[in-house]
Every structure is written in C-alpha cells, then in structure tokens.
C-alpha cells in the first residue's frame, strides 16, 4: 500500500471514529427521507416513476453538495490546526499523496452515505417503469458532482488552518459554480455560452438525473475535480517548507 | 552525519537564524540552548525538512535537505514541541500509521511496534484513544513515534515541555537510553535538561550559535570557575585574619564573607566567603589558609557554572 493509501484509511476510519462523520450522515439521510416521502411520494400519483427519479437525483445533489462541503472542512485545516500537518510535512511523502488520499476517503465516506439512499429509487423500481441503468446512472452523477464539490473543499481546507476560512472559501466557490447558471442567463451570447458550460448544476447534472451519460458532463466534473485538486496540492506544496 | 553550512532563515526582513555552521557526527548527543524565540525551533524544523532555509546548506548522512528531502526524512526522527498525535486514533493504530508513513512495511512495524512500546514505556495505554493520554504519556507517544522508523538523527524540540518533575527525571532516562542508538539533537531553554542529558552544546542567541563544546570546554574557555567559595574555621586567628589571607592570595581580585542572608547555612565558628579570581584560584586559596593556620572546610565553585556560561552569553558578555 502506497502512502495514498495509507493516508486513504486513517482518513476513512477518522469519519467514521469522530461524531462529524455520524452528524453528517444522519442529518442527510434524515433530509434525503423527508423530501422523499413528504415531496414525492406525498405528491400527485399521477407522476411518471422516471420523473420522480429524476426529482430524487436532483434534491439528492443538493444534500451531496453540502454534505461535501462539511466533510471536506476539518481535510488539511484541522490538521494544521492540531499540529499533526508537521508529521505529514516531515514525512517521505509526497503532496499529492497526501492531497489524493484524503480526497479518495472522503468521497469514499459520501459514497458510502449515498449508497444508504439505495432504497428510495428501489422503491420507485418496485412500484414504477424504471430500470438499474437509470439508478446506477444518477449515483453516478452523485459521485461526479460530490467529487468536484469535495475537490473545491479541499482546496479550500488547505488555504488555511481556520475551519471557518475553509467553509467560507468552499461555499463562495461552490455557490459561485451554482450561479454560473444563472449568470448565463442574465448575459449574450458567447459569455451565455461560457458561464453554462461552467454552471456545476443546472448544465452537467440534468442528463445524470434522466439516466442518460453525456461525455461532456463527465469530462467537466473530472476536469473540475482534477483542477481543485491540483491546487490544493500546489497549495500545500507552497505551504509545506514555510 | 548533520553539516550546515552559513544557514539563515528570513520571515520578509526579519532574521530569525543565522548564519549558522556546525557539524554532527554520528552518535553525538547534541544540545541546542537558549531562550525562548532566540531560533531554536526554526533550526530544527530545517533539520527535520519542514522549513525551508533562506540560504545556506544543510545536509544529514550526505542527502541534501532541499535537493533530495524525502532521503533525509526517511533518516530523520522528529518531536515537535506539541506532539503531532491524532487524538482519535489509538496510540497502536498511531504508531503503525507513522510506520506506514515513513516507508516502513507492515511486516517492520509489527515488529518494530514492541520494541518501542518498551523503550519509551507506553505498553499499558497502546489500545487508548490517544485524545485520553496525560500529557506525561502524550510526551512518550510523541518520543515513539519519532523513533518508530529506526531513523539515524532523532530531533526533540523541548522534549520535557509541559511535564511534571518526575515525569522530567523519566523523560531524561529515555533520552539517555536513546542516545545508544542515535544520533540526538534536543532544543530547550533550560539547562539541566541539557546538561544532563547531551555531550556537547551550542548555546544560540538571536539566531546565532555564540559558544559551542562540552560543559567542561564551555566552563574553562569562559574563565567561569574563577568564582568560588570557600568556608572556614578560622580558629583564634578569627574571620578578619582569614579574609586578609585569601585578600593576599595571588590572584584574588575580590573577597567578601557571606552569611544566612545570601542563604548561607554557617556552622557555629565557621565562616563563608566569597571569592572571585582572575583565573581558577582553589588551589591558591586553599594552601594560603592552611598555611595561615585556617581548617578549610568547603572550596567550591561559587555557582552552577554552566548556568553562568548560558546567562553571561545570552546577556551579552561572557561572566
């Protein structure tokens, strides 16, 4: 096992010892259920099972997102925080290992949190005309878009020791991918154009929710992921001999 | 085995080491002294490549610090002042994880994992949280995990910081234990930890190394043990007569007698003086009061020397 990896299971196993990662997991699995049964299956049965799917992947990417956003906080700031980043920093181990391992554990946890929804598009299933590919395709969409989201968090974890810096940074960021949407709305044509190839949302998600893979939305999340965790590793590159 | 060559460290304009040169050699147990904020915990953090020097050389067993960092981190063992410990790990899964990290195989930690659990005495809480260790203990898991990986140079910045009087004593035998089997380089502002516990020192003042060598080297290159004091019976001869023999003695630039108010404890018909010579005059002082028909009692240096060396450098003059 590769200093990724070791890095990957005290990361994991920190969830899953410290009361952040159970909040986190209750408080969205408890929200995820309520909107299920108060907004879908509360609402008129009229409804095509493959558009409540739909409506299930969609507010589902609004708890991933935040449930990235706090699980990427305490990544790099809390150990700059304690001291223990001088351990990592004056060990034989590379930043992006470092940078990589801790992100692999913490979309690892937000997978294994979305994983724990399985029953509700199951129960669609059951009582609807959808299929696995549908299912399988909107986690996908889940995972891609709690990666990006965990990219940008923790690049945020590792601007600075404060917690409440990283929350900042991370929820400016994040929001500011969500209103690319909207801003692209507001201006022409070709800004229109960029702003919602970058809106995280409202552009890329949309075909994960239907089921259906679009190359474009999984190259952006990759690229976006990608490029959050290249300057998170710069950044602690910068950081580490200082 | 450690080299620097004219090291400095700059934070924007302010120095805050350097230029610093000296050379370790291999199984030397080596004391870095001074006050707090004088650079001690920067010149370590170089050694152990956590920071970065502004200029100069540094290299350790003949890796470069810079060109080639993670050779030297494989052979560095560093506690920081706060040790680096995860409070939600249990000092076993700790120190397997610090094994891990520093290139050790699974099958070398499970070995290594008893040894160390004995030398630094922390068997009895492997399987705690280490969020619930005393300090005492937190100090120890910090020690083990610097030598966890065998590494030839073990660095301790202020290695008893925040430990109790006994748990100091205890900390003091495994540094002395440890230095059988590494090469030791400890920072602290207080002496006796020092003193006790290495071979040679390098006393630092506002980054800069003003005196190195052995307590003894240190003591006799600043003329310390020019101070003593010596205690008398006079006898019928009385004190007045003692204290002009001593005055007469060669080499004697001061004389003065000391009392309960300088925390002297007199035994009836005896008397204390202090003396201060130009250079180590004991043996003067001592043959011209048995010649002058004085019983001396006790000649002793007037204080803790090394102590005088430290505060006479760091104040800025030398006794």
Request: glycine fraction near 10%.
């Given at each position: 096992m590769?200093?990724?990896?070791i890095?990957f299971?005290?990361?994991f196993n ?12 209750a408080?969205?699995?408890?929200l995820d259920g309520l ?9 008129d ?7 409540v799917l739909?409506e299930f992947?969609y507010?589902?990417s609004?708890?991933t997102?935040?449930a ?6 305490r990544?790099i ?6 001291g ?5 920093d004056?060990?034989?181990?590379r930043d992006?290992e470092?940078?990589l391992g801790k992100?692999l554990?913490?979309?690892a946890?937000?997978s ?17 005309k959808?299929t696995?590919?549908q299912?399988?395709?909107g986690?996908v969409g889940?995972t891609l878009?709690?990666g990006a ?6 690049f945020g974890?590792?601007?600075s020791?404060?917690?409440l810096?990283?929350?900042?940074v ?7 991918f969500y209103?690319?949407w909207?801003i692209?709305?507001a201006?022409?044509y070709?800004l229109s154009?960029f702003?919602?190839a970058?809106a995280?949302?409202q552009?890329h998600?949309?075909?994960?929710q ?5 190359l474009r939305?999984?190259?952006y999340?990759?690229s976006?992921?990608?490029f959050?965790?290249y ?8 950081k580490r001999?200082? | 085995?450690v ?23 291999k199984?030397d147990a080596?004391g870095?002294?001074?006050?707090n ?8 953090r170089?050694?152990a490549?956590?920071?970065r020097?502004s200029s100069?050389?540094v290299?350790?067993?003949g890796h ?6 993670h ?11 706060v ?5 939600d790990m249990t000092?076993r899964?700790?120190?397997?994880f610090?094994?891990?990290l520093?290139?050790m195989t699974?099958?070398?930690?499970a070995?290594?994992?008893?040894v160390?659990?004995e030398?630094?005495r922390?068997a009895?809480?492997?399987d ?6 005393s300090?005492?203990y937190?100090?120890?898991?910090g ?5 966890i990986?065998?590494p030839?140079l073990l660095?301790?910045d ?5 430990l109790?009087p006994v ?5 003091r035998a495994?540094i002395?234990a440890?230095k059988?089997?590494h090469?030791?380089l400890?920072?602290?502002?207080i002496?006796?930890?020092i003193?006790?516990t290495?071979?040679r020192?390098l006393?630092?003042d506002d980054g800069r ?5 052995s307590e003894t ?6 003329f310390v043990?020019?101070?003593i004091r ?7 001869k ?5 204290h002009?023999?001593?005055a007469?003695t ?7 007698k ?8 007199e035994?009836?018909?005896?008397a204390?003086f ?5 250079s180590?005059?004991?043996a003067?002082?001592?043959r011209?009061?048995?010649?002058g028909g004085h ?6 240096r007037a ?5 005088r060396?430290f505060v ?6 030398s006794?």
């Amino acid at each position: 096992m590769g200093a990724t990896g070791i890095i990957f299971r005290r990361e994991f196993n920190a969830y899953v010892r410290a009361p952040i990662g159970y909040i986190v997991g209750a408080v969205v699995l408890f929200l995820d259920g309520l909107l299920f049964f108060g907004y879908i299956l509360g609402a008129d049965a009229q409804m095509l099972s493959g558009y409540v799917l739909s409506e299930f992947f969609y507010f589902a990417s609004g708890m991933t997102t935040i449930a990235a956003v706090v699980l990427s906080l305490r990544l790099i700031a809390e150990e700059r925080q304690t001291g223990t980043q001088l351990l990592l920093d004056t060990s034989p181990v590379r930043d992006r290992e470092i940078v990589l391992g801790k992100f692999l554990a913490a979309l690892a946890f937000l997978s294994a949190l979305n994983a724990a929804t399985i029953y509700m598009p199951l129960l669609i299933m059951v009582n609807g005309k959808i299929t696995i590919g549908q299912i399988v395709a909107g986690y996908v969409g889940l995972t891609l878009i709690g990666g990006a989201v965990l990219a940008i968090g923790i690049f945020g974890s590792a601007l600075s020791r404060s917690q409440l810096v990283a929350a900042v940074v991370t929820s400016v960021i994040t929001s500011m991918f969500y209103l690319f949407w909207q801003i692209s709305e507001a201006v022409e044509y070709p800004l229109s154009s960029f702003f919602s190839a970058l809106a995280i949302h409202q552009r890329h998600f949309p075909g994960f929710q239907q089921g259906i893979y679009h190359l474009r939305d999984i190259v952006y999340y990759l690229s976006l992921t990608w490029f959050f965790l290249y300057l998170a590793t710069r950044t602690m590159e910068a950081k580490r001999w200082e | 085995m450690v080299e620097l060559s004219d090291v400095t460290k700059y934070y924007g304009p302010k120095r805050a080491l350097g230029p610093v040169s000296f050379e370790i050699e291999k199984g030397d147990a080596v004391g870095i002294l001074g006050l707090n904020g004088v650079g001690k915990t920067t010149l370590l953090r170089i050694l152990a490549c956590g920071l970065r020097p502004s200029s100069g050389s540094v290299s350790i067993d003949g890796h470069d610090v810079l060109d080639n960092p993670h050779e030297v981190r494989k052979r560095v063992g560093y506690l920081p002042e706060v040790p680096p410990v995860y409070g939600d790990m249990t000092v076993r899964d700790y120190l397997a994880f610090v094994g891990r990290l520093k290139g050790m195989t699974a099958g070398a930690v499970a070995e290594r994992m008893p040894v160390v659990e004995e030398c630094t005495r922390i068997a009895e809480v492997r399987d705690m949280p280490a969020r619930h260790l005393s300090q005492g203990y937190r100090q120890r898991v910090g020690v083990a995990q610097a030598i966890i990986h065998e590494p030839d140079l073990l660095i301790m910045d202020e290695p008893t910081h925040d430990l109790d009087p006994v748990q100091i004593v205890e900390m003091r035998a495994m540094i002395r234990a440890l230095k059988d089997s590494h090469t030791i380089l400890i920072s602290s502002h207080i002496l006796p930890e020092i003193s006790q516990t290495c071979d040679r020192l390098l006393i630092l003042d506002d980054g800069r190394i003003v005196a190195s060598g052995s307590e003894t080297e240190l003591e006799a290159r600043l003329f310390v043990s020019r101070r003593i004091r010596v205690t008398v019976r006079p006898g019928e001869k009385g004190v007045a007569a003692a204290h002009a023999r001593i005055a007469g003695t060669s080499g004697v630039k001061k004389v003065e007698k000391i009392g309960a108010d300088d925390g002297i404890a007199e035994e009836p018909g005896s008397a204390t003086f202090r003396v201060e010579g130009e250079s180590d005059v004991r043996a003067e002082v001592c043959r011209a009061l048995v010649e002058g028909g004085h019983d001396v009692i006790t000649l002793t240096r007037a204080e803790r020397q090394l102590e005088r060396v430290f505060v006479g450098l760091v104040a800025g003059g030398s006794n």
